[in-house]
């Protein structure tokens, strides 16, 4: 009886050869394997964390190192110069710098981080103001999904009063400014049009709600200096609002849209082309990492935030880390439920980079008026498959497969996929959004541009 | 009451043992001053637990000095593990090229205080070797004064903040190679330490210089010194109190600019462990900023003490009073 391991790459060695047919060559040493990598101090930069820590990126041959970043735009540029070969980007970053929506640079992305992970935090007088509203369960806990139309009537008292009402996202371009805008719509409350064309970049036009950048990590102190009434920002810092007190967690982007993509690993196009080898070796290890983020059940999670609550990575104290990565978040003190997958890396082919996903956000960036005119359907699919790349995805994971460590079942089934996920109709305002179709689904929003130009 | 035993205890000071006198009123102050930060620690809250006391900041010193030493201790397995792999590499292909790596895991807070020490001491250098010839030009000559003045004028009361994003643009395109000899953010934080210590060296330089002695001037014009041997001979020894009194005002704030502008870029050192540590929230976080304020208070300490050791070395007058 041979051990697993061994057997496992007794197979792959029966199968390398049919790989061969497929045009799988074996992949040669990496290029460049003195690599730095960039994150923001996010639940959701774990993967890049396990594969350092996990010396899955030593086991490619790559020697890494991993810098925080001060906020999404320093991270970007740090990227686009060349200072980070590589960095965990908001989806929204590489589709943007590709169609110059902010600074303008070929940047692609071979891998998906994660799913869902994000939050909406009001401070504790808006949940005060708005908890009236919100109809009870039998226990006297508020149901969910909360909507935004029990935020609407408070909007309105501090409108009355002559009091701007200001929320925080983290960028732009975020998925985060996105879900916010998507739950604030959905409530029937207008989050404001951008016009670049005519030089306004701060997406407040037609606001009732007025959104503004901040970094996540600076959000719950910008919270309890009143600056903000609320913000959607990413783990650990809706779960920090609840420890410190200064605010209550309403609802997940889970319940916005059901298994979100969130965060992507985004190169430059120029680093993919140089470096092939790397550029498939590090998706490779992000991969081993992302496997085991979410196998055997999340039994390795609770290993993942004593990693994660380390001062290089998040640092944030352990215990509010695991609040969400181990399966439940804490909305109103004491009110913790079971959100299983608040946190997803790998299972529901979470990490495979599909066109839909970049075409969801590029609609949202029509819809909220950061591409200022309307555009065809074609230009949508095609700015996609510039950006988001299964091919680099497919090579890695035909590696690992052929290398023993994943099942050709982990993986959609490469030969067939088109990368359109079929039409998905799990969001809080039960929209269908067909990927292939992005401007019949845009005509479906009562807020949100169609086909007019600003 | 103070002021009076103050008085006492100097009077005292002639008959008591010289050190002691000279360390108990300090030992009081520092006593003092731990006892009122331990009691008003205790009444802030703030989101992040309680403001740290000397206590838990020497807790969170104690665990800084762990963390280097398992940090050094992964490094050390780093390296095994890369020897390793070199090893396989080269059994499977004796021709493979193979080289080590320096290791990729995180500056720990002593590697942080090196780096921001060798920085500020770049920094440093590089705006002396201008300040002071400048500063003796200007010094030597009245007309060169009148003209330089204005600008030194305009440019000394700029924040360093605002010249950061110009000179991180500026490095960024200007030094591009593809085996550099420094990284570009160390480079960042020296030339904004470098813009900011030029002036106080400057300043002071053309006073020390324009104020030498008339009669030592007119001792070099009647023997004839060529301009060089003037300068050397008569214009540096006579101006070196005021030469460093700009040097030591220049170290300070270049410390200080140092810390500010590793904070806004996120280039390495001291700096950036506060912003990180801020960023962290985490319940250690407050502590650990205080450790790092401590240390940036000592190391300015010392930086000031060593200078006025060697600027009593140099200095020809033995009997001036420094401080």
């Known amino acids: ?454 | 009451m103070i002021t009076a035993s103050l008085n006492h205890l100097k009077a005292a000071g002639l008959r008591l043992p010289h050190l002691a006198a000279r360390s108990i009123i300090p030992i009081l102050g520092i006593s003092l001053f731990l006892l009122v930060w331990q009691i008003v620690a205790a009444n802030i809250d703030t989101s992040l637990g309680k403001f740290p006391g000397p206590s838990q900041v020497w807790q969170q010193t104690k665990a800084l000095a762990d963390e280097h030493v398992q940090q050094r201790a992964k490094a050390a397995k780093f390296y095994q593990r890369q020897e390793e792999r070199n090893a396989k590499k080269l059994a499977q292909d004796p021709n493979a090229t193979i080289k080590m790596r320096a290791y990729t895991g995180k500056p720990t807070f002593w590697d942080q205080i090196l780096t921001s020490l060798i920085t500020v001491m770049f920094g440093f250098a590089l705006a002396s070797c201008v300040a002071i010839p400048l500063g003796i030009i200007c010094g030597l000559s009245e007309r060169i004064y009148e003209a330089v003045n204005p600008i030194i004028q305009v440019l000394k009361p700029v924040s360093p903040l605002a010249w950061l994003p110009l000179v991180t643009m500026v490095v960024s395109a200007v030094y591009v190679s593809d085996d550099p000899l420094f990284e570009k953010s160390f480079l960042n934080s020296a030339f904004t330490v470098a813009l900011c210590c030029l002036w106080p060296t400057v300043i002071n330089t053309t006073v020390g210089v324009s104020s030498i002695d008339k009669d030592l001037v007119d001792v070099g014009r009647v023997i004839k010194l060529p301009p060089s041997t003037h300068v050397a001979k008569i214009v540096l020894p006579s101006s070196i109190p005021l030469i460093f009194t700009g040097l030591r005002l220049s170290l300070a704030t270049g410390w200080m600019v140092l810390i500010a502008a590793e904070m806004l870029a996120q280039n390495p050192g001291l700096g950036k462990f506060i912003w990180d540590e801020f960023q962290n929230g985490s319940s250690n976080s407050l502590s650990r900023i205080m450790v790092a304020v401590l240390t940036i208070g000592l190391i300015g300490f010392l930086l000031d003490r060593t200078m006025l050791v060697i600027q009593r070395r140099i200095s020809w007058d033995k009997q001036a009073v420094l401080r």
Request: proline share 7%; net charge negative.
């Open chain 1, 1 to 454: 009886m041979l051990p697993i391991t061994k057997r496992l790459k007794a197979i792959a060695l029966l199968l390398t050869p049919i790989l061969a047919i497929t045009g799988q060559a074996e992949i040669g040493e990496p290029e460049k394997d003195e690599l730095t990598f960039g994150f923001i101090k996010l639940t959701d930069m774990a993967p890049i964390a396990i594969a350092y820590e996990n010396g899955y990126f030593e086991d490619e041959g790559l020697y890494v190192t991993i810098e925080a970043q001060a906020n999404w735009k320093v991270l970007l540029d740090g990227v686009i110069d060349g200072q980070l070969d590589g960095a965990h980007m908001l989806a929204g970053q590489p589709l943007a710098a590709t169609i110059g929506f902010g600074t303008k640079a070929h940047i692609i992305t071979p891998f998906s981080m994660d799913l869902n992970g994000n939050g909406i935090t009001v401070s504790n007088a808006v949940w005060q103001a708005m908890k009236p509203n919100i109809p009870k369960r039998a226990d006297g806990r508020p149901v969910h999904p909360i909507k935004a139309d029990y935020l609407k009537p408070v909007v309105e008292s501090y409108i009355a009063e002559g009091k701007p009402f200001n929320m925080g996202m983290v960028f732009p371009v975020s998925t985060h400014n996105y879900e916010l805008r998507y739950w604030l719509a959905a409530g029937g409350l207008h989050p404001g049009f951008y016009a670049p064309h005519k030089g306004d970049i701060t997406g407040q036009l037609d606001a009732d709600v007025l959104l503004s950048v901040t970094p996540p990590p600076q959000m719950p102190a910008t919270l309890e200096a009143g600056t903000i009434y609320g913000y959607c920002v990413g783990e650990p810092w809706n779960q920090q609002a609840v420890f410190k007190g200064i605010g209550v967690p309403v609802i997940t982007d889970y319940e916005i849209w059901k298994n979100n993509p969130e965060k992507v690993f985004g190169i430059t196009k120029a680093f993919s082309e140089k470096y092939p080898n790397t550029t498939v070796r590090i998706v490779k290890a992000l991969l081993r990492a992302a496997k085991w983020l979410d196998e055997n059940n999340n039994a390795n999670r609770m290993a993942a935030v004593e990693i994660l609550s380390q001062s290089e990575y998040v640092g944030a104290d352990a215990e509010v880390i695991a609040n969400s990565m181990t399966g439940t978040f804490e909305y109103e003190k004491g009110d913790k439920r079971e959100v299983p997958d608040f946190n997803v890396f790998f299972r529901y082919f979470a990490t495979y980079p599909y066109y839909s996903d970049a075409v969801w956000y590029l609609s949202q960036m029509r819809r909220w008026g950061q591409i200022a005119e309307p555009q065809t359907d074609a230009w949508y699919h095609d700015v996609a498959k510039r950006v988001y790349r299964p091919d680099i995805y497919a090579q890695a994971a035909q590696a690992l497969i052929e290398e023993g460590y994943m099942s050709p079942e982990e993986f959609p089934d490469f030969d067939n996929e088109t990368g359109f996920r079929p039409p998905q109709d799990e969001f809080i305002d039960d929209i269908t959004f067909d990927g292939t179709q992005p401007n019949a689904y845009l005509k479906q929003f009562p807020i949100g541009l169609k086909d007019e130009v600003l």
